[in-house]
């Protein structure tokens, strides 16, 4: 069998009509430069449309919504106390421009206000400082115990930023230009962007684990609904949120920003009873730290596959 030509992923869809729509939305990546895969799942009937949606890709901060679901569950078990006073030292925290990341002045923060700035505005020093108390192997752990098999958490958030800076030193547009570079090669400088050694998962494990969180199917009940109402507290809303901005809609979503990784997943949720959920992983050529018109693509991509999934 020969292989897809580059930029023609493999579509999926359960009627031709949503295959229309999956080809359209690769389309339209395409003719930006983007590469990656995208799915959206109807939560309720199982309906699906999407593409090259078995790809491992790095996740960057989406891996937060994993970490909060083994942390919340600790919580709802009474191994954890949300009220727990954690201390965050700047100077030996976790890179980042939001959050406690960017504070310059140490502070005390507790549990469970740790978790609401990591999903809330994606603050690594607060996901780092989570992972001093629920440490990467245990997530990991639990996430296979769980079923998950397409999501690996392998590394602190912080640990990009080092890999990153190991390979370019201070120069962030140099490590740009070796992410793109390694990516269309397969020899990845940056440790953390090498699917053998990165915090990873694919857009159907993403999803997967999207709607067992919407459907109480992992996890205590108590962690579920908790990370439901955190992430429909995200700042962030240009990309899936984009064109899907209705006072009858509400988007719970996590975004990850690396390098040239652009990424987001979330729940679409209607007045009308409608749950989709989606997983948008992207990645770009382009030398630019901000690609609005690519954020805008991922938004009318889940536009597109919203209408197209709702009953």
Known sequence: MSAAPANRPVCVADD????????????????????????????????????????????????????????LDRIAAGKLDAAQ?????????????????????????????????????SDNAAADALLDLVPVVDVDARL??????????????????????????KDFSLAL??????????????????????????????????????????????????????MGRQVFTQRLASELRADTLRLHGKTGTFLHLR???????????DRVAMAALTRSDRRANLAPDIDLAIGTSARHAFEALRR
């Open 16 to 71: 031709v009509d949503l295959l229309d729509v999956a080809e359209a939305i690769a389309a339209d990546w395409a003719a930006l430069g983007v590469r990656g895969s995208f799915l959206a799942r109807h939560i309720d009937t199982g309906e699906q449309l999407g593409f090259a949606v078995d790809e491992p890709v790095p996740l960057a901060s989406v891996v937060k919504v994993p970490l909060a679901l083994v942390a």
């Open 85 to 121: 006073p954690v201390f965050v030292d700047p100077s030996t925290s976790s890179v980042g421009p939001t959050g406690l990341a960017a504070f310059r002045h140490p502070a005390t923060v507790a549990v469970g206000d740790l978790l609401h700035l990591m999903l809330s505005v």
């Open 144 to 169: 296979r115990a769980w079923g998950c098999s397409g999501i690996r958490m392998r590394h602190r958030l912080n640990r990009m930023y080092e890999c990153a800076a190991g390979a370019a030193g």
């Open 177 to 230: 230009e070796l992410a793109i570079r390694d990516d269309h090669s397969g020899r990845h400088t940056i440790e953390t962007l090498d699917p053998e050694h990165a915090n990873l998962g694919s857009a159907a494990a993403l999803v997967d684990l999207l709607r067992r969180v919407w459907q109480d199917d992992i996890a205590h009940p108590e962690a579920t609904a908790e990370l439901r109402r955190l």
């Open 263 to 273: 990424h987001e997943i979330g729940v679409v949720e209607a007045a009308g009873g």
